[in-house]
């Protein structure tokens, strides 16, 4: 801002400079006029005049003349002086216009070199702001993940061990299950055989035989309800002789309700609802 103020100052200088060489060279030019030369007086005593002597009125009139014209070198040799001058003076004038514009030129380019950077800072602060913020945003979200996940493992190993615990009592349930299973499927067996065996005599007993050749049997399956009541007999296998095979279908019929155990638990465990046999009435 000084240099500024400086180069304004100097301008300002050199333009009164060359207002005052102007008005010196005005002032030159006009004391380098011609003067009039004044004119012998009309009065002049004639008798006078025929005494001067003539060489030395011409004499006096070249030193005249010689004045005149030194005068007017003089003059000439001021005035091309002072038009030096004023050339250097413009020219000084120029180049410190164009340094000013140039001081000038600089003092902007710097001015938004200085905005352009200030800007730049602006940025990179606010960017790195954001990016501070997003760091800290960043920690905060793996610090609650991490904090999920221990509570999640937690929650897992919790699940783990209670999965674990009941797995291991069911497997001894089971365990024990299959045991009362396999003694109770031994006692079942037993029970179904006898079952069988009665239901196999009861239709045996009102089974027909008269008239048909011997050595004849047959698949029969017969489903139940509870209480040993017949609803259906299929014949699975024939035995080639379908009055045999029909005499046993109807001896099924005849020998319902057939024995079975009046426990509605124990007939649905053993499975009565469907059984299936060879029927062959000569055994």
């Not at 006078?48 to 003349?65: G, H, I, S, Y």
């Not at 790195?128 to 190993?157: M, P, S, T, V």
């Not at 999965?163 to 029970?191: F, M, N, P, T, W």
Request: neutral net charge; hydrophobic residues 35%.
């Amino acid at each position: 801002m000084e240099l500024g103020w400086f180069v304004k100052s100097r301008s300002a200088f050199y333009a009164v400079l060359l207002h005052i060489i102007a008005a010196a060279l005005l002032i030159i030019s006009l004391d380098l006029a011609p003067k009039p030369i004044n004119q012998p007086k009309q009065n002049i005593n004639i008798v006078n005049a025929v005494t001067v002597d003539k060489k030395q009125v011409e004499k006096e009139l070249q030193r005249l003349k010689n004045e005149e014209q030194q005068k007017e070198e003089t003059g000439k040799k001021r005035l091309a002086e002072l038009e030096k001058k004023q050339k250097e003076a413009e020219k000084k004038l120029a180049g410190a216009e164009k340094k000013h514009l140039e001081e000038e030129k600089k003092a902007a380019d710097a001015k938004k070199k200085k905005e352009l950077e200030q800007e730049k800072r602006e940025l990179d602060e606010q960017k790195l702001a954001k990016l501070e913020k997003e760091k800290e945003e960043l920690e905060q979200k793996h610090k609650i993940e991490e904090e999920n996940k221990r509570k999640a493992e937690e929650e897992e190993k919790k699940h783990k061990a209670e999965d674990d615990r009941i797995r291991k009592e069911k497997e001894l349930q089971q365990q024990l299950a299959a045991e009362e299973a396999e003694i109770q499927s031994g006692q079942d067996v037993q029970l179904i055989d006898r079952i069988k065996a009665n239901i196999y005599r009861s239709v045996v007993n009102n089974f027909n035989k008269s008239g048909l050749p011997t050595g004849l049997s047959c698949i029969l399956r017969v489903q139940l309800i509870p209480g040993g009541e017949v609803t259906n007999v299929t014949l699975v296998e024939s035995s080639g002789n379908s009055v045999f095979d029909q005499r046993a279908v109807t001896a099924v019929n005849k020998a319902s309700p057939l024995p079975v155990p009046d426990d509605i638990e124990t007939f649905e465990r053993l499975n009565l609802r469907q059984i299936q046999f060879q029927f062959k009435p000569e055994e």
